[in-house]
């Protein structure tokens, strides 16, 4: 079940990305003169919303795009417990998590037990 949501996620992010880029083909084709912008096309690519389409739209949305990978390609940052940890080891599918995400729970869960 777990790789079927993977899965889905995948295709889902794939077709978001293709999108982003397909608005960049778009936005150039349109400052090149190739394509003639529907009033529907037109509003979706003038990001930034000055009424005209030029090239700091095509910046802006390269920016998007970049944005918008950069997050989804960000490491998760939940400190894992050492009970999570102990558990994903068990379940034998990968990640598995290594030596050194096994030494951080264990010293945050030792400082957490100084402090009490």
């Given at each position: 079940?777990?790789?079927?949501?993977?899965?889905?996620?995948?295709?889902?992010?794939?077709?978001?990305s293709a999108s982003a880029n397909d608005r960049v083909?778009?936005?150039?084709?349109?400052?090149?003169?190739?394509?003639?912008?529907t009033k529907a096309m037109a509003t979706d690519l003038?990001?930034?919303?000055?009424?005209?389409?030029?090239?700091?739209?095509?910046?802006?949305?390269?920016?998007?795009?970049?944005?918008?990978?950069?997050?989804?390609?960000?490491?998760?940052?939940?400190?894992?417990?050492?009970?999570?940890?102990?558990?994903?080891?068990?379940?034998?599918?990968?990640?598995?998590?290594?030596?050194?995400?096994?030494?951080?729970?264990?010293?945050?869960?030792?400082?957490?037990?100084?402090?009490?």
């Open positions: 079940m777990k790789k079927i949501f993977t899965l889905l996620f995948c295709v889902v992010a794939l077709a978001l083909d778009q936005c150039i084709d349109v400052l090149l003169g190739k394509v003639a912008p003038d990001a930034n919303h000055d009424g005209v389409i030029t090239i700091q739209d095509v910046s802006v949305i390269i920016d998007e795009a970049l944005e918008e990978m950069r997050i989804n390609k960000a490491p998760a940052q939940k400190p894992a417990s050492v009970d999570a940890i102990i558990n994903d080891i068990l379940d034998n599918e990968p990640p598995t998590p290594n030596i050194s995400e096994v030494s951080e729970a264990i010293d945050r869960s030792l400082e957490k037990k100084q402090q009490k």
